[in-house]
């Protein structure tokens, strides 16, 4: 069990299962990002036959990806609390999906030739610690391929709820999720030990009616505040107003609409297998990089 708590896992499981019911209404970045991670399965000329969803709140990345990336056994995963473990609904039939409980993976090592996580690790306490059990659920030259919510998500609202609540209230209360940025997630892959890490990512701009049509589609997402040390209390609604008032004024179109911007971060490594390119050994190149340059090369002294 992880001893690192930033989320309230108990709040991010409730949040997930009452968006369920309304997710077909607010799946529009989910499936967007889930078609992009199989455009990047298509690029990769190999089948993996057994695949993981890590942290499956629903079947939007399965429908989205379809037949690409030849994937025959595709198991789901999701995360619980220990503490407050779900139940199944009334008439839900039996299912072959795994539970993380506490962050835990209960998968046997070398399990999976492929591990796939969309939009949803940005909700883990401890993502060093999954990164790391990713890879030894891996097989030898498995793919772990995800994306997170990162970099500037959401500065927007962010900006306007923080200056609203230092007007109305005197002070703030944290609010939105700590966000991962593209180097900090390369580093991170390289920490857990992946092969060939690599990440990347998209900006996505979105354009709503007012901040309270953009509010209500998190929550049919399920991604409202989940912080642990938030407040608890419900927001004030002079607070809520203010924001919206100071979201329209300072980033809306000449239409009247106000923006969003969805910062994606993609991670993409490779469990290590002796088939793999390797650097070269310092020294050990039969070129010049001069010779190339068509420069003189000057030695340090």
Known sequence: MT????????????????????????????????????????????DFPKALNLGSNHTILKEALGTRGGMQDFTAAKFLSEEHPELPKKGTPPSNDLEIVSEIMPSAPQSYDLIISNLCLHWVNDLPGILLQAHQSLKADGLFLASMIGGESL????????EAEMEIEGGVSPRVSPLIDVKDAGALLQRAGFALPVSDFDRIEVSYANAFDLMKELRGMGETNAIHNRRKSFTRRETLLKAAELYQEKFSDSEGRINATFDVVYLAGWAPHTSQQKPLRPGSAAERLSDFLNTEETKLT
Do not use: P, T, W
Request: glycine fraction near 2%; aromatic fraction near 8%.
């Open 3 to 46: 001893d690192i708590y930033i989320f309230d896992r108990k709040s991010v499981n409730q949040h997930h299962s009452r968006a369920q019911e309304l997710v077909d209404n607010h799946d529009f970045l989910f499936r967007e990002i889930a078609d992009r991670l199989g455009d990047r399965l298509m690029d990769i000329a190999r």
């Open 155 to 162: 500065k927007e609202l962010r900006a306007c709820l923080m």
